[in-house]
């Protein structure tokens, strides 16, 4: 089964309106911790946001915030009032257990294009 | 901070052939890793160090593949007889190891693009 599922293969928004970017989990563990990142055409992977499984508030970071709903295993990452530079493959990722060297899991990606 | 760098960032090579990748973390990141990403995939994980220590391998690192970290900084990663199905984007991240932390941040390398002929 898959770990991280994102369903979107492709999403369009205007500029300045805000998107929101579908990121489903599996996991039997209880401490789990869900990132996003976002890889622009140059490839280089990009740290957006975390939220961790205890975490009782969703996380903001600036323009990003993620819908942690924990009871449907969802992480969808918001981004509000879109930039032509936001264009770019966004991925879900999750670490289980709670050791700090676990190795990232990751979805598909979606790719987001912003016009103007 | 100069961030991940990663030598080279494009590889073409004929099938057979041996190629080495080489990774140079973020001076202070005691961990480091290789993912593995082909078109249209996220990446997966390939190996991972912790100092020297090489700690967890994936069932994807065959016995053509190997990762070194000499010393605990830089780490290599070689392909011995590369196949076709080894094209893709080789990425390398490191983190910190905050005692007590769940939460690491791993930054991420602009990756080693690989093509096999």
């Known amino acids: 089964a898959q770990k991280i599922t994102q369903t979107q293969p492709g999403m369009f928004v205007q500029e300045k309106e805000a998107v929101t970017l579908d990121c489903t989990y599996d996991t039997s563990d209880p401490s789990y911790g869900l990132f996003w990142y976002k890889q622009p055409s140059s490839g280089e992977m990009i740290f957006l946001i975390y939220?961790?499984?205890?975490?009782?508030q969703n996380a903001t970071e600036g323009r990003y915030s993620l819908n942690f709903q924990k009871a449907r295993k969802s992480a969808n990452l918001v981004i509000s009032a879109s930039q032509l530079g936001d264009s770019a493959m966004y991925f879900c990722a999750m670490r289980e257990g709670n050791q700090a060297g676990t190795a990232l899991i990751f979805g598909k990606g979606t790719t987001l294009s912003v016009s103007s | 901070d100069t961030g991940v760098s990663q030598d080279p960032r494009h590889k073409i090579t004929k099938r057979g052939q041996n190629v080495t990748f080489r990774c140079d973390p973020i001076s202070e990141h005691n961990r480091l890793y290789w993912y593995r990403q082909t078109l249209g995939q996220g990446p997966e994980f390939l190996t991972y160090f912790q100092n020297e220590a090489q700690l967890e391998k994936s069932r994807l690192l065959s016995d053509r593949f190997s990762a070194e970290r000499p010393k605990g900084s830089f780490s290599t990663l070689e392909i011995q007889r590369t196949e076709q199905g080894d094209s893709a984007m080789y990425l390398c991240?490191?983190?910190?190891?905050?005692?007590?932390?769940?939460?690491?941040?791993?930054?991420f390398g602009p990756g080693t693009r690989l093509t096999v002929l």
């Open positions: 991240a490191s983190s910190r190891d905050p005692a007590g932390a769940f939460y690491n941040e791993q930054f």
């Open positions: 939220q961790g499984s205890y975490d009782q």
